[in-house]
C-alpha cells in the first residue's frame, strides 16, 4: 500500500537529515535551538505520518458478506 511507502519514506528522510547534520537525534541543553526544534517538528510529523497506516488498515470496513471465515460478525439492524 502507499500508505506504507510515504511513512517509509518519511523515516528514511529523518534518518538522512540527521546523518547530514541538519536535525539532531537527540536535543541538547539549548531547548529551544533551532535544530532542536526542527527535529521536533520532524519526529512529530514522522508520528503522525505513522498513524495514517493504523487509520487506513485498522478502521475501515471490511467487504460486506460472508468470507472463508464463515458470516460477518456484525449486521445491519
Not at 5 to 24: K, M, P, S
Not at 31 to 53: D, H, Q, R, Y
Amino acid at each position: 500500500m502507499w500508505v506504507i511507502g510515504v511513512v517509509y519514506v518519511a523515516i528514511i528522510a529523518r534518518d538522512i537529515l540527521i546523518e547530514f547534520g541538519w536535525l539532531v537525534e537527540l536535543p541538547d541543553q539549548n531547548v529551544m535551538s533551532p535544530k532542536n526544534v526542527a527535529s521536533f517538528l520532524a519526529t512529530m510529523a514522522v508520528g503522525i505520518l505513522g498513524l495514517a497506516p493504523l487509520i487506513d488498515l485498522g478502521f475501515h470496513k471490511g467487504t460486506p458478506g460472508p468470507n472463508r471465515y464463515g458470516p460477518a460478525p456484525v449486521t445491519k439492524p
